[in-house]
C-alpha cells in the first residue's frame, strides 16, 4: 500500500507564490506517474498537473499553464508543485495523486493524498 503525504498549503494574498509537496511512500516511486487535482468549495474535483515517471512529460490544465510547474525529484520520492501568480480561483483543497499504470495520463490514479489547503486572499 502506497502513503501520500502533502506540505506546503497556506494562506497567501494574491499574486504571490507557493511550493506544495508530496512525498511517497510507494515501492519504486520512480515508476509512478505523479500529479495533483484540487477542490474548491462547492465546486467539482479538478486536474491540475501531472509529470511522467522518467520526467519526459508534463501535462496541465489550462488554468494553472504558465502559471504552475510540477517536479520531482525522484531520489526522494518527493513531488512539488510550484504555484506563481496566485489569484482567488486557485483557493481549494490540493490533493497529490500517484499512478503505476505506465500510461500517461493515467485514467485513474492509485493513490490519493488527504490534501493540503491553499487559501489565497485577494
Known amino acids: 500500500q502506497g502513503q501520500l503525504v502533502e506540505s506546503g498549503g497556506g494562506l497567501v494574498q494574491a499574486g504571490t507564490s507557493l511550493r506544495l509537496s508530496c512525498v511517497a511512500s510507494?515501492?519504486?516511486?520512480?515508476?509512478?506517474?505523479m500529479g495533483w487535482f484540487r477542490q474548491a468549495p462547492g465546486k467539482e474535483r479538478e486536474f491540475v498537473a501531472a509529470?511522467?515517471?522518467?520526467?519526459?512529460?508534463?501535462l496541465y490544465s489550462d488554468s494553472v499553464k504558465g502559471r504552475f510547474t510540477i517536479s520531482r525529484d525522484n531520489a526522494r520520492n518527493t513531488v512539488y508543485l510550484q504555484m506563481n501568480s496566485l489569484n482567488s480561483g486557485d483557493t481549494a483543497l490540493y490533493s497529490c495523486v500517484a499512478d503505476s499504470g505506465g500510461t500517461f495520463p493515467p485514467d485513474i490514479y492509485d493513490y490519493w493524498g488527504q490534501g493540503t489547503q491553499v487559501t489565497v486572499s485577494s
Open positions: 510507494v515501492r519504486t516511486f520512480s515508476k509512478f506517474v
Open positions: 509529470i511522467s515517471w522518467d520526467l519526459s512529460r508534463t
